[in-house]
């Protein structure tokens, strides 16, 4: 299992419809981030910051989010939640949520 | 068990500090965070900023931190770890690491 923390902003404007859309996700979208092996998926919001947590306990990562990035839903899903969003300064050319660096962990 | 996502900064000129302190822990660290019914605990650095996640499997949250902080070796790691952060702009008078809002979770 590799756990992931990442980080991205959401525009204050967009702030309530990303609530809204992730308080009642599509079912199908939890179906696919379940296929694609993530679990233990966590979303917290602070100061116009959204930080993500999630496990991965597949054996293909860069494989398994090419999946999901082809899968029909999640592309109308992200439709919705794209326009919502805004990477963070430091992000890579084409980085959209931002990887955080693991600094601690304990079991 | 509950979740918890929590944010803070960290000073640029402490920030190797800290994280040489959190990649060799003092292990009563460890076995005290333990002893409190915190697991699965991960902090994450990005852009001056650490986010922390945790899973509390106590019954009494407020009465297990009240015995961490009264821990020795606790208040002999805060002594280190405390000048290396500082609370984000919108923490409540007395707030460290400030709670953030969970918008989303999969199982």
């Not at 939890?30 to 100061?47: A, F, G, L, P």
């Not at 116009?48 to 082809?70: P, Q, T």
Request: hydrophobic share 30%.
């Amino acid at each position: 299992m590799k756990r992931y923390g990442q980080i991205i902003k959401v525009k204050p404007e967009y702030l309530e419809k990303y609530k809204a859309l992730h308080a009642n996700p599509w079912p199908q979208i939890n179906e696919k981030i379940k296929e694609c092996k993530i679990q233990n998926y966590s979303i917290y919001y602070r100061d116009g910051f959204l930080f993500s947590y999630f496990e991965y306990v597949g054996d293909n990562f860069e494989e398994d989010m090419k999946r999901m990035a082809e899968d029909e839903w999640t592309r109308s899903w992200w439709k919705e939640t794209d326009p919502c969003q805004e990477p963070v300064a430091s992000a890579k050319e084409g980085e959209w949520w931002a990887g955080m660096e693991e600094v601690y962990h304990l079991d």
